[in-house]
């Protein structure tokens, strides 16, 4: 069993940055793909940013294209976004997410490990 967490939210001002950070424990082999998504209130989760096992295959969003950057150091077994000009309309909570499968999606469907989420708070 794989568990995540996340760490790293906060608020912040429009055209700020933050950095979210996703550790994950357990049985870690079974991990291949990873992803970060959103939900803010009143709204479905929406993926913002995936990433392949190796980290050389990413995948995002078009709302956060340019902006955002997802990594992963796989020797420490973490996962990170990296948010830049951020606007209140990236306020929400993210979430980090894991799935046994090589391929990378921004469908939260596809994954069956989550984490609890880390609040992002953008003030304009």
């Known amino acids: 069993q794989v568990q995540l967490v996340e760490s790293g939210g906060g608020s912040v001002q429009s055209g700020g940055s933050l950095r979210l950070s996703c550790a994950a424990s357990?049985?870690?082999?079974?991990?291949?793909?990873m992803g970060w998504f959103r939900q803010a209130p009143g709204k479905e989760r929406e993926g913002v940013a995936a990433?392949?096992?190796?980290?050389?295959?990413?995948i995002y969003a078009v709302s956060v294209k340019g902006r955002f950057t997802v990594s992963r150091d796989n020797a420490k077994n973490m996962l990170y976004l990296q948010m830049n000009s951020l606007s209140p309309e990236d306020t929400a909570r993210y979430y980090c997410?894991?799935?046994?499968?090589?391929?990378?999606?921004?469908?939260?469907?596809?994954?069956?490990?989550w984490g609890q989420g880390t609040q992002v708070t953008v003030s304009s």
């Open positions: 990433i392949g096992r190796d980290g050389t295959t990413t």
């Open positions: 357990g049985n870690t082999d079974d991990l291949y793909s």
């Open positions: 997410a894991a799935r046994p499968w090589a391929d990378i999606s921004l469908g939260a469907r596809d994954y069956d490990v």
